[in-house]
T-cell receptor
């Protein structure tokens, strides 16, 4: 069964304190890995798509990387406005185009 | 502005009263899907559609129906809602296989 595990479940950082979120996956065949940001009560907001091991994408203070078994979302010098839940999802083999989501990492950045 | 819209955003109803949640996208996307999000369970796919008149079940389709008569719209129908369908619902769309899915703002449904 396809599985996505995110760690930690929750993370508290001080403003400016860099860290990384982990997404490990066990899937039958990876067609893509997606990172989303979700604010309370709102829809997931797309951040990055990664398609192959070794790929990296960067946007402002965020950088996503991908290996054959996991992905990392690195946050450099975070600000309070980066506080949100970060979701990882994988797209696997099969016709449904179903995203298999992890349960997310809730990030809190204190000023 | 490219977006996925859902209506209503909030709905409180009673058991057995049929309801429809609408979803519309203005990006000419072929693929659309419905997910529900529950605490501790994450996001799970309910139904999806690869194109007009082509729909299929996701992981949790029981108690739901969908239709895709136009490319831009993909309504979710609950013919006889029950309390276990209380959840946060999201519609998503993408331009095709393997492409990024963009999500709507969500519909919070409470069934009493």
């Amino acid at each position: 069964e396809d599985q996505v595990t995110q760690s930690p479940e929750a993370l508290r950082l001080q403003e400016g304190e860099s860290s990384s979120l982990n997404c490990s996956y066990t899937v039958s065949g990876l067609r893509g890995l997606f990172w989303y940001r979700q604010d309370p009560g709102k829809g997931p907001e797309f951040l990055f798509t990664l398609y192959s091991a070794g790929e990296e994408k960067e946007k402002e203070r965020l950088k996503a990387t991908l290996t054959k078994k996991e992905s990392f979302l690195h946050i450099t010098a975070p600000k309070p406005e980066d506080s949100a839940t970060y979701l990882c999802a994988v797209l696997t083999q099969g016709g449904s185009e179903k995203l298999v989501f992890g349960k997310g990492t809730k990030l809190t950045v204190n000023p | 502005e490219a977006q996925v819209t859902q209506n209503p955003r909030y709905l409180i109803t009673v058991t057995g009263k049929k309801l429809t949640v609408t979803c519309s996208q203005n990006m000419n996307h072929e693929y659309m899907s419905w997910y529900r999000q529950d605490p501790g369970l994450g996001l799970r796919q309910i139904y999806y559609s690869m194109n007009v008149e082509v729909t299929d079940k996701g992981d949790v389709p029981e108690g739901y129906k969908v239709s895709r008569k136009e490319k831009r719209n993909f309504p979710l129908i609950l013919e006889s809602p029950s309390p276990n369908q209380t959840s946060l619902y999201f519609c998503a769309s993408s331009s095709g296989r393997g492409r990024t899915q963009y999500f709507g703002p969500g519909t919070r449904l409470t069934v009493l």
